[in-house]
């Protein structure tokens, strides 16, 4: 089983919307459900169907929330960062251009912000490399190398 990384704040996040979906959501649908079924026949009744749906997707993330928390491993900030781990912030280069990276888990990514997952194909290929190496990974537009140039 992989782990799933996290921040502290990121955990709290998803076990509040869990405990939402549990409680206050299931509740709603349920209520949904029992004046739907009041309309009579249902098999042409919309609202039920429309419950029934939200219903599906309300558990189907509840399974998924349950699973990443089962999982769920926290990001520990490390001075002393010599390899490339989940929590640290690396710069790579490529053509004498500087790019700047955190590597979070991947229900923080925001790559526009310069958050990318340990699971993204630069995620993935910096992980466990040092100041100096070269890594290689693949892009939709070809394969693509980039320096370590520091890690933090």
Known sequence: ?????????????????????KTKKRGEIAERLKNAKDYGDLSENSEYTEAREEQARVEARIFELEDMLKRAAIIEKTKDANEVKVGCFVTVSKDKQSYSYSIVGPSETEPEKGKISNESPLGRALMGHK??????????????????????
């Open 131 to 152: 100041v100096g190496d070269k890594v290689n990974f693949k892009t939709p537009g070809g394969e693509v190398t980039y320096e370590i140039s520091k890690i933090e």
């Open 1 to 21: 089983m992989d782990k799933y990384y996290l921040t502290e704040n990121r955990l709290k996040e998803l076990r509040e919307e869990l405990a939402e979906l």
